[in-house]
Nanobody
Framework: VQLQASGGGLVQAGGSLRLSCAASGNIGNINVMAWYRQAPGKQRELVAAITNGGSSNYADSVKGRFTISRDNAKNTVYLQMNSLKPEDTAVYYC?????????WGQGTLVTVSS
């Protein structure tokens, strides 16, 4: 499975960005797609995840501000990020899990200026 992420960039605090990640290859019907992030000097953390059935969960730090969604026909997951804060600055990684196998995208940098 290959993952191609896009949509990162520089935004002012309070602004919005939308990340996209398209999966290709041996895509199964049952899977989970997610976004993780890693800030400088910190561990990678889960931001949000969504199953192929549409069930989602979020890190407490982004609840109410970020929305994860997916288009199963396009094997694509999205992360709509609103009300961005400087502490959201990180490299965001797309993640795909299928049958206990983890796949990672290349990461896309999100920088939020104060």
């Amino acid at each position: 499975v290959q993952l191609q992420a896009s949509g990162g960039g520089l935004v002012q605090a309070g602004g919005s960005l939308r990340l996209s990640c398209a999966a290709s290859g041996n895509i199964g019907n049952i899977n989970v797609m997610a976004w993780y992030r890693q800030a400088p000097g910190k561990q990678r953390e889960l931001v949000a995840a969504i199953t192929n059935g549409g069930s989602s969960n979020y890190a407490d730090s982004v609840k109410g501000r970020f929305t994860i969604s997916r288009d199963n026909a396009k094997n694509t997951v999205y992360l709509q990020m609103n009300s961005l804060k400087p502490e959201d600055t990180a490299v965001y990684y797309c993640n795909y899990v299928q049958r206990f196998n983890f796949y990672w995208g290349q990461g896309t940098l999100v920088t939020v200026s104060s």
